[in-house]
């Protein structure tokens, strides 16, 4: 009776994704839902550059995901069965899409970022020799590992926010069995991630970087909590949080996987604690900065100015700092249409006439100056300019 | 001429890693088999694998005796015998008391565990431990712990980190159970609403993901990586077995290995693989690792076959959750699987998973007329009989009867 239930499963499937059901989103609705899943990235082609050329430092693209996941046995079945929900608006459709499609716009950027920091950071003068010899490209295995799993964190989260309330739904968006569907085959697949980076972890055979991790997972569910309860059909737009407030669920939501993977890094090459702590502000600095710079880009008078914008981002959180409760309500009155609806571009322009703009765009470059600060501790390489030129293309305005 | 059914399926059982490898081998490049998606592989697949069992399956009534002795249950009079006479011994105490002191402070300390500044974050992964729950994963744990204590130097007393072994089962069971019910979309557990009855699909989910991250955090912090390896495989296995549940196959024999996977990987991961990790942390022999770990396979088996007799036997009220769920959700559990045997015209309802109108109370009658529910039952005392042979292994102490008395108290529950 002993390996009773041992079966190991067959990893090998091949072209899961290509089943037909990612089309490139054709239909109106794929941006209806209020949630991007893939907030907008500085998607200018000097991007691409600093993103191309910091891959080529590493090893290798970072978009590999883990080949051992996507190929496995229940992703594939999850692929199949999420056939079932064309037709529908459940959110699983549109991240599966984005997944596919856009993972050149999308790219992996926590990933990449572990991978580059831990070769700046080299091997330290505690590791031994035998440590050594498992480092490619001056990066160790069990460091690429780390950079795998807060990827499929990363997108084990994608795929949980896109979770709908089953007595929430409007009969457009679906027939509420495919809905119900649409959930369980988000819950299971995201599940499915996690529990592929708790063991991913668990080889990494570093208690301290299991903890670390672990409680990376526990601040994305927090933050991501948060930034639910300012979706703006909870009208949460009344509700001033203040942008200190602002900071610490944004640090949750969309920094700390990054910060203390870094920091895990450094753990993993035995660096000290010192170090440690420098790659954890790295993380936390550049990841604000870099959320600082989506937000600010409907109000940019750029290419992806537009009127889609979050009322929970920064240059609308500061603004409402700058002109008061009382003013700002009164503006998103005046903004107010018949219905419910808000006229985002009216709005958009009072913002855009007051100081939020200017503050976030001082907030995102103090952050980025202060992910290069920390970046001095590390001696200069070409990892090291990578990153930095990370931090310069999002804080760089036009 | 029951019993000899029985040898066929506990043989069955012995012989799961075999079929299993079987059933994957053959069902290699079809994408697992899932029903009705690739219907026709699974269904080549299962002919194949059928024509293999079948002769054996249909002598079963009449010739069994004769492959008995094969059985890997060839002890099974021995482990009666044994099992009756450690029954009649002595009175044991009431096994949850000699655990109830460690566990005093349980769900407090589980509380510690969950550092969140949202209010209504906090109450909904604070939701189950109301302290109303069994506490059987902790009390398994807390006993095996000072029975491999004992075992291993004479002294009884339990490691902080063991402890932390118990708080870390029942946290890692409550996500799973918080996301379960999200799954099947389900109102109502002990007897209370549900989380995402209350909250919401979306908040509920998270609230199991933010139980888990706590559950790993504390389990980092026992600071061992053996342990953190053993119990990491449990959340493999609960997914896994999630999917399994997802699926089912068309042939019979499949369906069976099938179900005790899931059941294997749902239920008896957790229990088994933590008991191992309090076995690591009391002694460095791997025959105590061994001995942990299959009292916790075949008691956490036994304990979930009688779950689903339960579904058939008890009333709601008793359940805190309404009977018949499992068909209701289209899931063939034993007393299902085993009437199957008796009124062939069940399968086509396993096959369909009970989506018709109809269909639930045709299956529940089945059950009912046939011997599912008593055949279920005896094969979870043979679980338990092979739980009782392995903790018997060890040491005698008092926490090693409990745990043997805790087999009878799995067998005889009533909710």
């Known amino acids: ?398 | 001429m029951m019993g000899w059914g029985w040898s066929w399926r506990l043989r069955c059982c012995g012989h799961h890693a075999a079929s299993l490898a079987g059933i994957r081998g053959v069902h290699g490049g079809s994408g697992g088999g899932w029903a009705g998606a690739i219907g026709g592989r699974a269904a080549a697949a299962g002919k194949v694998h059928c024509s293999l069992l079948k002769p054996m399956f249909l002598r079963n009534s009449v010739s069994a005796h004769l492959c008995r002795p094969q059985s890997r249950l060839l002890h099974s009079s021995l482990v009666a015998c044994c099992y009756s006479k450690t029954n009649s011994e002595a009175k044991y105490k009431d096994p949850f008391k000699l655990g109830s002191n460690d566990l005093k402070n349980l769900y407090e300390d589980i509380k510690k565990e969950l550092f969140i500044t949202t209010q209504e974050l906090k109450e909904m992964c604070e939701y189950y431990f109301d302290g109303k729950g069994k506490a059987l994963r902790p009390m398994l744990v807390v006993l095996m712990a000072r029975a491999c204590n004992i075992h291993h130097n004479n002294c009884r007393d339990m490691h902080p980190a063991q402890r932390s072994i118990a708080v870390i089962a029942e946290m890692i069971h409550t996500a799973s159970l918080v996301h379960d019910d999200v799954i099947d979309g389900s109102n109502s557990r002990r007897g209370k609403k549900t989380v995402n009855q209350i909250w919401g699909e979306r908040k509920a989910v998270l609230a199991g993901d933010y139980i888990l991250s706590a559950a790993s955090v504390a389990l980092a912090r026992v600071g061992n990586a053996t342990v953190i390896s053993v119990l990491s495989q449990v959340i493999e296995d609960l997914v896994r077995g999630e999917f399994l549940q997802l699926g089912s196959k068309e042939n019979e024999n499949e369906r069976f290995a099938h179900y005790l996977e899931k059941t294997f990987k749902k239920t008896a991961s957790l229990i088994a693989n933590s008991c191992k990790a309090v076995s690591i942390l009391a002694c460095p022999d791997p025959k105590v690792h061994e001995i942990a770990y299959q009292y916790g396979k075949n008691i956490g088996i036994a304990f979930q076959l009688i779950d689903d007799v339960l579904d058939f036997t008890s009333c709601a009220d008793q359940l805190g959750k309404p009977a018949a769920a499992d068909l209701k959700l289209g899931l063939a559990t034993g007393p299902v699987l085993f009437a199957c045997q008796q009124f062939p015209e069940l399968n086509a309802l396993i096959m369909r998973r009970f989506s018709l109108a109809g269909d639930v109370e045709r299956a529940w009658q089945y059950v009912r007329q046939s011997d599912g529910v008593h055949q279920t039952t005896y094969l979870a005392q043979r679980y338990c009989s092979e739980a009782i042979r392995e903790i018997s292994k060890l040491q005698p102490s008092p926490e090693r009867d409990a745990l043997i008395q805790l087999t009878e108290t799995v067998l005889t529950r009533d909710k």
């Not at chain 1, 700046?120 to 440590?131: H, I």
């Not at chain 1, 009155?333 to 009072?350: S, Y």
Request: glycine fraction near 8%; hydrophobic fraction near 40%; include cysteine.
């Open chain 1, 1 to 398: 009776m002993e390996d009773m239930c041992g079966g190991t499963m067959s990893l090998m499937k091949c072209g899961i994704w290509s089943l037909g059901i990612f089309r490139p989103c054709t239909s109106s609705f794929c941006t209806r839902r209020s949630i991007s899943l893939f907030p907008g990235s500085p998607t200018t082609t000097q991007w691409s550059k600093v993103v191309s050329d910091a891959e080529k430092i590493v090893g290798y693209p970072t978009s590999f995901m883990s080949l051992r996941c996507l190929l496995s046995d229940e992703l594939s079945n999850i692929a199949m069965q999420v056939r079932k929900l064309v037709g529908t608006k459940h959110p699983l459709l549109n991240t599966a899409r984005a997944f596919v499609y856009d993972s050149r716009n999308n790219l992996q950027m926590r990933g990449l970022v572990v991978l580059l920091i831990s070769k700046a950071a080299g091997p330290s003068k505690a590791a031994d020799d035998t440590l050594q010899h498992d480092m490619v490209s001056g990066i160790y295995a069990s460091q690429r590992n780390l950079a795998e799993i807060t990827e499929l964190i990363h997108t084990a989260f994608l795929v949980h926010r896109g979770i709908v309330n089953i007595t929430e739904l409007k009969s457009c968006d679906g027939p509420l069995k495919d809905m119900q569907f649409g959930n369980k085959m988000a819950i299971l697949s995201g599940d499915f991630l996690l529990a592929n980076a708790c063991t991913g972890l668990a080889q990494l055979q570093n208690t301290k970087v299991v903890e670390l991790v672990s409680s990376a997972i526990g601040d994305l569910v927090q933050g991501i909590y948060y930034e639910n309860s300012y979706l703006p059909e909870k009208n949460a737009f009344t509700d001033d949080i203040g942008i200190t407030n602002w900071m610490e669920h944004i640090f949750l939501s969309h920094g700390a996987l990054l910060a203390k993977g870094c920091q895990a890094a450094m753990e993993l090459a035995k660096h000290d604690t010192e170090v440690q702590s420098m790659a954890f502000q790295y993380g936390k600095h550049m990841s604000l900065s870099y959320k600082l710079n989506s937000d600010l880009q409907p109000f940019l008078n750029g290419k992806h100015s537009g009127t889609s914008f979050g009322l929970n981002c920064a240059p609308v959180v500061l603004h409402q700092e700058f002109v008061g409760r009382e003013a700002w309500m009164e503006e998103v009155k005046q903004a107010h249409l018949k219905g419910n609806l808000i006229d985002l571009a009216k709005l958009q322009e009072a913002i855009k006439a007051g100081k939020g703009v200017t503050a976030a765009i001082d907030l995102c470059r103090y952050h980025g100056n202060k992910a290069l600060e920390n970046l001095q501790c590390f001696p200069p390489s070409k990892a090291r300019s990578a990153l930095e030129n990370i931090v310069y293309a999002v804080t760089r305005f036009p």
